[in-house]
């Protein structure tokens, strides 16, 4: 059964970091662009951060660059986003998301799996 699945969310105060993973099952993500995507509430779902299998990766937020890192352990199976100076209005949802094509894209139609989501709360 393949699947993704988001860990690692939680409450930071302003200026914390957090750690995100993405663990992969059913299919192996280093043949796969995984992308980041985040949706706070009120707002549509927007693109954070992709890796694709060569490891190339970007960012598509303006917000976050500078900020977040995206890396990937194969032997894991596992993406991570590692977000720094985190500040409120980086608060929402943050799913991972497989590419139909190993082609970072903010589109989020560009992605054929999704896992459940994993809240960030970013609060004093």
């Known amino acids: 059964q393949l699947q993704l699945v988001e860990s690692g969310g939680g409450l930071v105060q302003p200026g914390g970091s957090l750690r995100l993973s993405c663990a992969a099952s059913?299919?192996?993500?280093?043949?796969?662009?995984i992308t980041w995507f985040r949706q706070a509430p009120g707002k549509e779902r927007e693109g954070v951060s992709c890796i694709r299998s060569s490891g190339f990766s970007t960012n598509f937020a303006d917000s976050v660059k500078g900020r977040v890192t995206i890396s990937r352990d194969n032997a894991k199976n596992t993406v991570y986003l590692q977000m720094n100076s985190l500040a409120p209005e980086d608060t929402a949802v943050y799913y991972c998301?497989?590419?139909?094509?190993?082609?970072?894209?903010?589109?989020?139609?560009?992605?054929?799996?999704w896992g459940q989501g994993t809240q960030v709360t970013v609060s004093s």
């Open positions: 059913g299919f192996s993500l280093k043949h796969y662009a």
């Open positions: 998301a497989r590419g139909y094509a190993d082609r970072c894209l903010p589109d989020d139609r560009a992605y054929d799996y």
